[in-house]
């Protein structure tokens, strides 16, 4: 026997049904309503972080320094076969590739070019001149002494890098508390802040490991 659908039933599902839909649809409407957009958000972390402000300055210059500390942990890799220190650069490598890429995503969002003709650290009230020796900033390698780090191997190589990221860091983290202190914008803040303990971190495990291969940092 074929079963009768009562009107009424049908017409009672398609009233709930309606009723769930039109639930949603309010409750999607507030969700949207009730939290900002990433455009406006956007919008105003521009504001803060315009042409000549710390935020951007920090953004270029980090950017710049970061991608050295990277460079030589990809060298160092290739160098030792030590896995405490291969496991180092390799932190170092995805840290720091990581944090170069969301600052130089910020610049390209605050509608800022990644590059500025200012000399380095501008933004810090200590402006660099060009050394010539290949070192941009504070802290970072000249060029004879990443050419003695591609030339090092086993413990020469260890050593000469922990040395070297030592001092890259010492001057990453004055640069970060710097950035944390004078920034406009929070994104910039918290990355710095995030440097500065990540980085004293490691210069205190690079301490150890250079002494326990007899060396000073």
């Known amino acids: 026997m074929t079963a ?3 009107p ?3 017409t009672r599902r398609m009233v709930l049904a309606g009723a769930v839909v ?3 649809a309010v409750g999607l409407v507030a969700l949207m309503v009730g939290r900002p957009s990433s455009a406006s958000s956007s919008a105003r972390a ?3 972080a315009a042409e000549g402000s710390a935020d951007a300055g920090f953004a270029r ?3 710049i320094h970061h991608q050295q500390a990277v460079e030589m942990s990809f060298i ?3 160098r030792t076969e030590d896995e405490d220190v291969r496991r180092l650069a390799y932190d170092i490598i995805n840290t720091q590739a990581n944090q170069r890429g969301m600052m130089l995503g910020w610049l390209e969002q605050w509608g800022l ?6 000399p380095p650290m501008t933004w810090m009230g200590h402006t660099m001149k060009p050394a010539g020796d290949g070192s941009l900033m504070p802290g970072m390698a000249t060029t004879a002494e990443l050419k003695e780090l591609k030339a090092a191997e086993g413990k020469a190589a260890e050593v000469l890098f922990l040395q070297l990221m030592t001092v890259h860091h010492r001057a990453g983290v004055d640069m970060a508390r710097a950035g944390a202190e004078k920034a406009g914008t929070d994104v910039i803040r918290n990355l710095a802040k995030g440097m500065v303990n990540g980085q004293e971190s490691e210069i205190g495990l690079m301490a150890t490991m250079l002494k326990a291969r007899g060396a000073q940092p």
């Open 8 to 10: 009424f039933s049908s």
């Open 61 to 63: 210059d980090m950017a």
């Open 4 to 6: 009768v659908t009562s």
């Open 22 to 24: 039109l639930l949603l």
């Open 46 to 48: 521009a504001q803060s």
């Open 76 to 78: 160092v890799r290739d």
């Open 113 to 118: 070019p990644k590059s500025s003709a200012e």
